[in-house]
C-alpha cells in the first residue's frame, strides 16, 4: 500500500518556541494532504485540508497564524506550531489521498509534548 | 447534526464472538465509505473500503445500507489481536473531505 512517513515522531520542547511537522508521500502523488490532531481518547480532528501550491483550508475554531501549513509539492506538507504552549501538546497525524474519493493513507503521527 | 455518527462503545466480547458495529451518516449523497483501524497511540489504518453490494475480507465483512444511511461492520471469530478502535470514515460526493466518526472501542477479552 501507499507509504506516508512523518517526522520527526516524537518531539518535545519549551513554550514559545515553534516545531515543524513533515508528511510526505513516499510512493505516491498526493494533490490533498490532510492534518488532524488527537487529544488522548478522542477521535481524530481534522484541523485543515492542504493543496499542492494553494493555502490551505482550516476548519472552524482552527488558528491558521498558529498552526502554519506548506504543501510546496506533491510529495511534502509541513505543518509549523508556532509559539507553541503547553495546551498545544497532541498527536498531530497527517495524511494523503492519491485522488478524490480515494482512501487517506495516514503518517505515523507526531506526538508533540510542549513544557 | 453530525455527519457521521458512531457508538463510541466500549465493546467488550469474548475471544471468538461476533461484534458488529454501525455507523450513521447524514449525508445522502455521500460517495465512499470507509472503515479503519487505529491501535492505541498509533495512527489509523485502512482496514476496508464499503462498497454497495457488501464485501467481506477473511473475518470481516462490511455493508451499506443506503436507504437508511449506515454502514456496518461485522467482525466474525474474534481474536486478541482484533482489539482496537473503528473508524467509520464517510466522504461526500465532491471534494477530498473525509468524514471521521468518532470510532467504536473494541476489546477482545481471552
Known amino acids: 500500500g501507499a507509504v506516508v512517513s512523518q517526522h520527526p515522531s516524537w518531539v518535545i520542547c519549551k513554550s514559545g518556541t515553534s516545531v515543524k511537522i513533515e508528511c510526505r508521500s513516499l510512493d505516491f502523488q498526493a494533490t490533498t494532504m490532510f492534518w488532524y490532531r488527537q487529544f488522548p481518547k478522542q477521535s481524530l480532528m481534522l484541523m485543515a485540508t492542504s493543496n499542492e501550491g494553494s493555502k490551505a483550508t482550516y476548519e472552524q475554531g482552527v488558528e491558521k497564524d498558529k498552526f502554519l501549513i506548506n504543501h510546496a509539492s506533491l510529495t511534502l506538507s509541513t505543518l509549523t506550531v508556532t509559539s507553541a504552549h503547553p495546551e498545544d501538546s497532541s498527536f498531530y497525524i497527517c495524511?494523503?489521498?492519491?485522488?478524490?474519493?480515494?482512501?487517506?493513507?495516514f503518517g505515523p503521527g507526531t506526538r508533540l509534548t510542549v513544557l | 447534526r453530525k455527519e457521521v455518527e458512531q457508538d463510541p462503545g466500549p465493546f467488550n466480547v469474548p475471544e471468538g464472538a461476533t461484534v458488529a458495529f454501525n455507523c450513521t451518516y447524514s449525508?445522502?449523497?455521500?460517495?465512499?465509505f470507509f472503515w479503519y483501524r487505529q491501535d492505541c497511540r498509533k495512527e489509523p489504518k485502512l482496514l476496508m473500503s464499503v462498497y454497495s453490494s457488501g464485501n467481506e475480507d477473511g473475518r470481516f465483512t462490511a455493508q451499506l445500507n443506503r436507504a437508511s444511511q449506515y454502514i456496518s461492520l461485522l467482525i466474525r471469530d474474534s481474536k486478541l489481536s482484533d482489539s482496537a478502535t473503528y473508524l467509520c470514515?464517510?466522504?461526500?460526493?465532491?471534494?477530498?473531505?473525509?468524514?471521521f466518526g468518532t470510532g467504536t472501542s473494541l476489546t477482545v477479552i481471552p
Open positions: 449525508n445522502s449523497a455521500s460517495q465512499s
Open positions: 495524511s494523503a489521498s492519491p485522488g478524490a474519493g480515494d482512501e487517506q493513507f
Open positions: 470514515v464517510v466522504t461526500p460526493n465532491t471534494g477530498n473531505q473525509f468524514y
